[in-house]
């Protein structure tokens, strides 16, 4: 049949209203039932990461029941009521042993995760560490300490699900650089903790693992991004996380929390073998650092971390060992504080905390000096907010193909979705209204150019 003879046959039935609704009807059924197929399928592998968690939590639960038949005389509330200087002096000398502290905390884990939703995975490599840990003659600065492990920090022969459906099955065939390290300072590595899904936001829920509570009140979160941690930590299911932060999110759950955290200086720790969904992004600096319950327990993980091994690992990393007699020193110093930046209105008890830090400083022999932050506005809308989403959030929004989006973070979502031509045309109506929105939108819509990002490099360089 000629193209001619085709177009004959098939222009009397373009003409019928009744064949035009059937192919409109037919072709919004296709699109509703391939919706439907694929949104089944998202909720499929959910369903199996689901399943996958409870059997590993499963596992967890026989292996610390195992050991407390085996060793029914264990002190498991003497090891958890320990600090972590105090424990890893007693593992060192020989008065505890590392399999006594792991099943202490493993069990005491498992009581927290039914309370509040914070372990995502048991690390089931934790138990061949206890056993590398028998051969090795020389005890590390961790020795038999265990660790929990933020949810997109590779451990090898686990998932790091960054909260996304797209990352699912992805078994890691290797440590990250930072377990690899912990694991030569004599650490055990035990389980994942929970996130928000992305891990841009304060919050910790995403539609893989659900909802993280705080627990010191479950009807508040715990913070994000490193909310797992915080929760397990402040529960007492662990004494040393490791977590990130590009905006808060190893201060949030810490302050949320009751706990003490660190983001290191940029680069001074290795992120190789860390997934994220703005990958590439290097305006702004994300860091790995320690989350525990006090600053002598950040002071010795970072003393374990700054070592041969990392520089080795990963060259990129400034071969920069911890500063013991900086650390220790005695010698007054100069602090600066402000109670207010002149951006972020602090809660009164944020402003009380620095007035009482302030003081116990001062009593302390320091020399204390008020300063406002310079150029605030400029700082976090120019610098900070457009140089983590300089290309307009393309990679972010990229990253929910094949998802559901988490209540709780759609209202975001749907603000980095927007055409950018939409943000700059909202940005200049609510300017007179809403002026710090109107920056925001207008920082969301990225830089628009390669010269514009070198620019704003350079501006991010100099400050």
């Not at 002096?89 to 927290?112: H, W």
């Not at 004494?239 to 905006?247: F, K, N, T, W």
């Not at 706990?259 to 600096?285: H, N």
Request: aromatic share 6%; hydrophobic share 40%.
């Amino acid at each position: 049949m000629t193209q001619e003879q085709l177009w004959q046959v098939l222009d009397p039935l373009w003409a019928d209203p009744r064949v035009l609704s059937a192919l409109f009807c037919g072709s919004a059924a296709t699109i509703v039932l391939l919706k439907w197929l694929g949104h089944r399928q998202i909720q499929q592998k959910m369903e199996e990461a689901r399943r996958t968690r409870d059997l590993a939590l499963e596992r967890m639960e026989k292996a610390a029941r195992r050991f407390k038949q085996e060793n029914p005389g264990t002190q498991t509330a003497h090891i958890l009521s320990l600090t972590m200087v105090e424990l890893a002096e007693k593992l060192k000398e020989g008065s505890l042993s590392p399999e006594s502290v792991l099943y202490s905390y493993i069990g005491k884990a498992l009581e927290v995760n039914q309370e509040v939703n914070c372990v995502i995975d048991f690390v089931h490599g934790c138990e061949d560490q206890l056993q590398k840990l028998k051969k090795q003659k020389e005890k590390g600065l961790l020795y038999g300490i265990p660790v929990s492990i933020k949810d997109h920090i590779d451990c090898k022969g686990h998932v790091s699900t960054g909260g996304l459906v797209k990352f699912l099955g992805q078994v890691k065939e290797e440590d990250s650089v930072i377990v690899q390290v912990l694991k030569s300072q004599g650490a055990i590595p035990f389980v994942k903790t929970n996130i928000p899904q992305t891990m841009i936001n304060y919050d910790c829920s995403n539609l893989i693992f659900g909802q993280t509570l705080n627990p010191l009140n479950h009807q508040k979160t715990p913070g994000g991004s490193s909310g797992g941690e915080g929760a397990l930590i402040a529960g007492g299911g662990s004494l040393l996380g490791i977590g990130s932060d590009v905006a808060g999110s190893i201060r949030l759950p810490s302050s949320f929390c009751g706990l003490c955290g660190l983001k290191p200086t940029g680069f001074r720790i290795s992120k190789l073998g860390v997934i994220s969904p703005i990958a590439g992004m290097s305006s702004v600096i994300g860091m790995l650092g320690p989350i525990a319950r006090d600053v002598d327990s950040l002071a010795l993980c970072m003393k374990a971390l700054l070592c041969e091994e990392m520089f080795r690992l990963d060259p990129t990393v400034p071969p920069i060992p911890f500063d013991e007699e900086v650390y220790t020193s005695s010698k007054p110093l100069r602090i600066g504080y402000y109670e207010e930046d002149g951006y972020f209105q602090p809660s009164p008890s944020m402003k009380r905390a620095v007035q009482q830090t302030r003081k116990l400083l001062q009593e302390a022999g320091h020399t204390i000096v008020p300063f406002a932050p310079p150029k605030i506005d400029y700082m976090v809308d120019e610098l900070f907010t457009r140089g983590i989403f300089s290309d307009g959030a393309a990679h972010l929004v990229d990253s929910f193909k094949g998802d559901i989006v988490d209540p709780n973070l759609k209202s975001q979502f749907n603000t980095y979705r927007l055409p950018a031509l939409l943000k700059r045309i909202l940005a200049i109506i609510l300017k007179p209204i809403y002026p710090r929105i109107a920056r925001d939108l207008s920082a969301l819509c990225g830089v628009g150019s390669a010269k514009n990002l070198w620019d704003q490099h350079v501006a991010v360089a100099v400050g």
